[in-house]
DNA sequence: TATGATTATATGTGTATACATAAAAGTCAA
DNA sequence: TTGACTTTTATGTATACACATATAATCATA
């Protein structure tokens, strides 16, 4: 009975000889056909397993070149940032969320730049999410209508205009940002925590093939922390 | 002239479905023989288009149930987090480090806790990183000096910490947070803020097969935003 | 009717092979 | 010596094929 070499013990087995040393960083390491001709398998085999760690930062792969051992790596993760209902679901809390504000508005400059559309009047929202009837989180998003138009009528009571963008508009790339502020007092009353207290705060636009569709601004009470493996 | 059809093409393909909601979230779409035929390649192209998807999430794949385009799909995004001389330089500032404490020392509870050791003394090393002879970020570190025995009498003046123990020490596995907290007295000073200020903080920690080596808070002033593609 | 075994099916993965492509190294003539 | 070719080589990728494996659906049996 002839058990395989499998891409994944080929992968775990390269991985133990980076990280134990073996195979230091900026050390060019053995060809695709070398390594197939050790461990007993096809160069496909290799190629895959070479391929995912190149993926995860650990290799770098040029033709002719070589894989060598990333000298310097960055540590790298991948955040996940779920819809606000299943986050606070997720730390098991009964989720609810108000809507404060509902109107077609003309948006300060700043926000017309991140969007960057010339459209004069675009639709903005501020709510506010609950956890167990708790302030969890103050958003203010502003959307193109262009972009969205049946966000006019939604119901944005029945269901948070965070889910509902997610369910209804796809979007093609976008970006995000973490920082630190200090609450403002319009902010710290809703948050229900103190004038200049440190918030957490995280800004995200997307957009449509070029197209913005929303952008937000989302703060968190001190204490909030975003986790995630290395 | 025979162009071949590439994982690629195939991939920006289906994306382009899902966009443009021709398959909305939820939906099985067709099998990989199926799709194979429709665009007159091999299953293997199209399972390697796939699984790509997969992996950023976008779609979730079960044998014999088929591939869905996700319900709900989180945002996600990748964050390099590089070392910390790298992401001044990276700004256009020039680097420079002090070393403002380097013994050993009992660790407290929390700390002990963190690394999960029961090494009573550890290496314990505060630095201040510098961008322009500016406060850039201040950081306060444990090593386990177990799992990095070289560290004692390692030149943090040199190279710091940060940059030593990524070219030194392999780590397997570790994880990171992000958050918000009010600046103590001590780090007020050092950063050349106020007692009180927010502040971005990052926790890290990192193992080897289990074995914990080093734990440490990296604290940022105000108007450090750390930024990411969707 | 409930339950356990069987079958069909979609994805998961390894192999051998062929050709594409980028880039370093070598060749050769002006 | 320089600059324009050619060769070599390592990775990149498509293909046809075979078998593995999870699991939904179905069928047989108590």
């Not at 969205?148 to 029945?158: C, G, H, V, W």
Request: proline fraction near 6%; include cysteine; charged fraction near 20%.
């Amino acid at each position: 009975m002839k058990t395989p070499i499998t891409h994944q013990s080929v992968r775990t087995n390269l991985l133990g000889r980076i990280h134990s040393g073996e195979w230091s960083p900026g050390i060019v390491i053995p060809g695709e056909a070398e390594l197939a001709i050790e461990f007993g398998c096809s160069r496909t085999t290799v190629n895959r397993a070479l391929r995912q760690l190149a993926d995860e930062g650990l290799v770098e792969r040029r033709r002719k070149r070589g894989t060598i051992v990333t000298p310097l790596p960055s540590a790298r993760t991948t955040l996940e940032i779920p819809i606000v209902r299943k986050e606070v679901e997720g730390r098991g809390g009964a989720y609810a969320h108000h809507i404060l504000l509902n109107e077609m508005a003309t948006a300060p400059a700043s926000v017309a730049a991140r969007l960057n559309t010339t459209a004069k009047s675009l639709l903005h929202l501020n709510t506010l999410h609950l956890s167990d009837g708790k302030p969890f989180m103050y958003e203010e998003r502003w959307i193109n209508p262009a972009a969205a138009p049946a966000a006019a009528t939604a119901d944005f009571e029945a269901i948070s205009p965070n889910e509902w963008l997610v369910q209804e508009v796809p979007y093609s790339d976008g970006d995000i940002s973490f920082s630190a502020c200090a609450a403002t007092a319009k902010v710290a009353s809703l948050l229900e925590t103190d004038e200049g207290a440190p918030l957490f705060l995280i800004e995200r636009t997307t957009r449509m093939y070029g197209d913005a569709i929303t952008t937000l601004k989302m703060y968190y009470p001190e204490g909030f922390r975003m986790t995630s493996k290395l």
